[in-house]
RNA sequence: GGGGCUGUGGGGUAGCUUGGUUUAUCCUUAUCGGCUUGGGACCGAUAGACCCCGGUUCAAAUCCGGGCAGCCUCACCA
């Protein structure tokens, strides 16, 4: 906390610096804070290249879900945010664009928050009949909004990188197997491809988003033990079909409203607690996937031995390009800086795998290479390289993934009292998982209580996934009624 | 939105308390030349800064007010 600016923060005792310190100038260079505009940032090569694989990943799972692309305006004009206002009734703080140069515009057009309110009156469009039925879009983009007061790189901004899934049913029973599939793709992308665990949720009947029926959210945790959420999907109900007549007719010729869902990974937020989890002193570690440069070969060359030197470079280009058709993304660093300055370079932009090659490799017909995750050096046989790779690399992941599982899981505890809520989270921040009375509205003052007493904690939900067993004697940790929930609670970003 | 801290070449800083020999320190960086490369090399030359607006004063990087931006923290949170 006393760390003078300057001096190099340690993830450990200060991940707040830590994490500014990563992203910016002497760090890996993910962004540039000096725009000026607060809450805008500037996203440089090394956090675009990541961000982009991010969204395929995600394209890539909603496409599989027969989800299709779409893209709406930048703005949207003020009566469809009205609209909503007036029947789900909640209201973004959004950006107004009121002049064209300097003519004021008759009506003023909000720069865009969440899609909802630009995409229903045209779904209302689109939908005539239960032939319609499914319908289901999705697009990639960036969005803005205003009401955040501290903005972070990649954890909260005023603009940032959005995107969001607008679906239509005809029955509730099948919003709600939309949920389920929108949790199998946050497994498959954020815990399988970039092995960030979380926690499914459904979150208490009096904290949804407003609007919904009721919310969904995929957690995590930080380093510095506050929840993060990485995910929200919306179970809209009728909701927004009364707002903007999303109707259908039906088999029997009836007109209904649809029933909706949306689903909204935060791909900056994804970002930004992939850095924070998996990160170390030394920088970034990347899970391979994900990784612009996966293999950074390093030649090590000896003016003094001009001979060694040629083949050298020969032995790196030749492999560069082998490794190339085995589509590995791979870069040889022909810059003139020194060995260690290089490899320290690296391991700060998170490459999980190096190949350091030299004279002294080349007489043993070898190269030297060496996982981000360990520091073990391993002398590998030229002719072997194409089989240890695969190995290295699932070796690489394989640590991000249960480092970062260790940590998740010693960081969720039981409590039964909130005097045993209050000890664990002075310690251990993370989450705590509690007997509570109910999620549903009565439970608000329970929740409510938590938070005064133990200076924030906030009841984030139970789990969606599984009914977790209560033992009949089991009562809530803040009045000591009987307990009807188990339900997770954690301070927050 | 509250509280605290900060803003000096591209990056990191010294100087600010107590206004004036400051030609603004050092490191890094960039360019050129030389030398060099197995964990952030070295030598020489060159380049480059007091966030903006206002105030106090004979005199402001330094003190005061405001703005903008950043950091930390609390609150909020689609």
Redesign the pocket.
């Known amino acids: 906390?006393t760390d003078?600016?300057?001096?190099k923060a340690n993830k450990q005792d200060n991940?707040?610096?830590w994490?500014?310190q990563i992203c910016g100038?002497?760090g890996a260079k993910l962004v540039d804070?000096?725009y000026?505009?607060?809450?805008f940032i500037v996203h440089r090569p090394w956090s675009m290249r990541v961000l982009r694989k991010i969204y395929s990943f995600f394209e890539e799972e909603v496409e599989k879900d027969n989800h299709e692309p779409m893209l709406f305006p930048t703005v949207i004009p003020e009566e469809h945010l009205l609209k909503e206002k007036e029947h789900a009734g909640?209201?973004?703080e959004v950006f107004w664009v009121e002049y064209a140069g300097d003519k004021k515009l008759e009506k003023r057009l909000a720069l865009r928050?969440?899609g909802?309110t630009q995409i229903y009156p045209l779904y209302s469009l689109w939908i005539r009949s239960y032939n319609d039925l499914p319908l289901k879009g999705y697009q990639s983009r960036i969005t803005t909004?205003r009401?955040?007061?501290?903005?972070?790189?990649f954890l909260?901004g005023r603009e940032f990188m959005f995107f969001e899934t607008h679906d239509v049913f005809e029955t509730h029973d099948e919003a709600v197997s939309q949920i389920k599939k929108d949790l199998i793709m946050m497994k498959n992308t954020i815990r399988d491809k970039l092995k960030i665990p979380f926690l499914f949720f459904q979150r208490p009947k009096w904290d949804v988003?407003?609007g919904a029926d009721e919310t969904f959210t995929s957690d995590s945790i930080l380093p510095?033990g506050k929840r993060i959420q990485v995910s929200?999907t919306h179970d809209l109900g009728h909701n927004f079909a009364k707002a903007f007549n999303v109707q259908f007719v039906g088999k029997d010729g009836k007109r209904s409203y649809a029933f909706q869902t949306c689903f909204?990974p935060g791909i900056w937020r994804i970002f930004g607690t992939m850095i924070a989890i998996h990160g170390d002193d030394?920088g970034l570690m990347l899970p391979f996937c994900v990784a612009p440069v996966q293999v950074v070969i390093i030649p090590?060359?000896?003016?003094?031995d001009p001979e060694a030197s040629k083949k050298v470079l020969e032995l790196s280009k030749k492999l560069e390009s082998e490794l190339k058709n085995l589509n590995y993304s791979v870069l040889v660093d022909l810059t003139?800086?020194?060995?260690?300055?290089k490899?320290?370079?690296w391991?700060?932009k998170g490459v999980p795998i190096r190949i350091?090659?030299?004279?002294?490799?080349?007489e043993q017909n070898q190269v030297?290479v060496?996982a981000r995750t360990s520091?073990e050096?391993l002398a590998v046989k030229i002719n072997e390289l194409k089989n240890k790779l695969p190995e290295l690399a699932e070796q690489n992941d394989k640590v991000l993934e249960e480092t970062a599982i260790k940590y998740f899981k010693d960081n969720i505890k039981n409590a039964k009292t909130l005097d045993e809520v209050k000890s664990i989270i002075k310690d251990h921040r993370g989450f705590v998982r509690i007997p509570f009375c109910s999620v549903m509205l009565d439970g608000k003052k329970c929740a409510e209580k938590l938070?005064t007493e133990t200076?924030?904690v906030d009841v984030c939900g139970f789990l969606f996934e599984k009914e977790e067993k209560l033992a009949s004697s089991d009562t809530c940790a803040v009045c000591g009624k009987k307990a009807t929930k188990i339900v997770y609670a954690a301070?927050?970003?």
């Open positions: 906390m003078k600016k300057g001096s991940f707040s610096e994490y500014s100038e002497t804070l000096r000026d505009v607060q809450g909640f209201t973004p928050p969440t909802e909004f009401n955040e007061m501290t903005t972070r790189p909260r988003f407003k510095d929200s909204g030394q090590i060359t000896f003016v003094k003139n800086k020194t060995p260690g300055f490899f320290n370079e391991e700060m350091e090659i030299g004279p002294r490799d080349l030297t060496s520091k050096k938070k200076n924030g301070k927050s970003v």
